[in-house]
Nanobody, 115 residues
Framework: VQLVESGGGLVQAGGSLRLSCKAS????????MGWSRQPPGKQREVVAT???????TYADSVKGRFTISRRNADNTVYLQMNNLKPDDTAVYYC??????????WGQGTQVTVSS
């Protein structure tokens, strides 16, 4: 499956952004979808995951501020990001989680939060 992210950009601290991830085929059969991010000069980290049934997990750093969701009918996964902080600056990637034979990753979208 091919994944294409959109919705990144430049925002001031305290602002919001909504990232979208459009899949090239149905995601009904993909149990878990996720968003990860890679800040400049740092390792990539998982930000949030969502199951086919809507069960979500979040990194401690984004709990209460970010919301992941999926619309299987539209083959789309979203990441709503509120109260953004400069530390949220990163390239954000959409991906499958534990999919077979291999996980798929999007090309990434840049999010920059100014102080």
């Amino acid at each position: 499956v091919q994944l294409v992210e959109s919705g990144g950009g430049l925002v001031q601290a305290g602002g919001s952004l909504r990232l979208s991830c459009k899949a090239s085929e149905s995601i009904v059969g993909i149990v878990y979808m996720g968003w990860s991010r890679q800040p400049p000069g740092k390792q990539r980290e998982v930000v949030a995951t969502v199951s086919i049934g809507g069960v979500t997990t979040y990194a401690d750093s984004v709990k209460g501020r970010f919301t992941i969701s999926r619309r299987n009918a539209d083959n789309t996964v979203y990441l709503q990001m509120n109260n953004l902080k400069p530390d949220d600056t990163a390239v954000y990637y959409c991906h499958t989680v534990n999919n077979r034979p291999v996980d798929s990753w999007g090309q990434g979208t840049q999010v920059t939060v100014s102080s």
